[in-house]
């Protein structure tokens, strides 16, 4: 604010020199046509927006005028406004006076700071005095109102507003228990479209590409339900929700065969892709570096791309969710040998004819 009030002082200390060498009529003429200007605002604008600055500033400089002048002039705000900012201004002032030099109580730790946060957001039906006790479990010795006024000056509501989940937070608490599937459809280079059969596990990203055709029946999606349902009990992996889109080619006994293990279908919404947005990211993916920089003869040639592009996916490709990690390939351990690292020896693999890269380090 200090530095705010400098800098307005200053530029009205320049736009009064630029009045010195101006004529009474020229500023008379000035005055006129900035109230007429501000009579125009202030029919377009109901209660304008005033910093602490201009207000001091405002405050300074109508202060010494008399009330019945300042009653006729042309202000933004109200003259019983600008002399309640002047009192403000002096009692600021007064205090600033009468109060001793002292330090006062020295300032919350940083790192005591850092943790109160930390609870508050890891815990979010705790209140500051839940957050003050587990301090207190902690030996840390601070005053519950202090807890109060660090979470106040971040922004981080009391408890009872903080209490409720986002959905982010709830897909991932839950996103171990759901898996996504959808159909990928596709044109060889004869113009057949072919429909690809594709499912995703929400938390490790593992993509599971269960088959294709050209005549998606009800019989071939029940068969391929039944084959992901076995290839889940072997991997020994527990899904709850099943996301699809309301796509005919899902029959009745489509969802009878999840409904017999206990997990449940979600249906998204009608032309809502983003219900269904991992999914979608993945076939976005697909196409984009395959489908779309290859040519698919048959049937046969769409499966070995596909089986190709699931290996690479699975096992290699890095995803930002798991921080760089492949879904079926943890990170290796960081190198910090430095003789290591002067000396780089990396291979690379082509999936596809070069389509698909992979770097290793050589054996």
Known sequence: MLRRLSYLALTNVFGFMRLLPMSDTDKDVEILALRHQLAVLQRQIDRPRVA?????????????????????????V????????????????????????????????????????????????????????????????????????????????????????????????????ILAADFLETRTLTGARLYVFVVIEHATRRVRVLGATAHPTATWTTQLARNLVMDLHDAGTRV?????????????????VFHTEGIAIVKTGIRVPRMNAIMERWVRSCRAELLDRTLIINQANLLHALCEYETFYNEHRPHRTLRAAAPLRPLPQQMTERHRLDHLDIRRRDRLGGILHEYQHAA
Do not use: C
């Open 52 to 76: 602490p600055p201009e207000r001091a500033l405002l405050a300074d400089l109508l202060h010494r005028l008399p009330r019945p002048m300042l009653r006729q002039l042309h202000l933004i």
């Open 240 to 256: 709850k929700y099943l996301i699809r889109d309301r796509d005919s080619r899902y029959t009745a006994a489509f969802d009878a």
């Open 78 to 177: 109200a003259p019983d406004t600008v002399l309640r900012w002047h009192r403000n201004v002096l009692r600021h002032r007064h205090a600033q006076a009468s109060r001793p030099n002292r330090p006062g109580r020295p300032p919350t730790v940083h790192s005591i700071r850092v943790l109160v946060l930390r609870l508050a957001r890891e815990n979010p039906s705790w209140g500051y005095r839940r957050i003050h006790g587990e301090l207190v479990a902690l030996g840390i010795q601070v005053a519950a109102s202090t807890v109060w006024e660090i979470l106040h000056a971040n922004g981080i509501e009391p408890a009872p507003e903080r209490e409720h989940q986002t959905w982010a937070a709830f897909l991932r608490s839950q996103a171990h228990a």
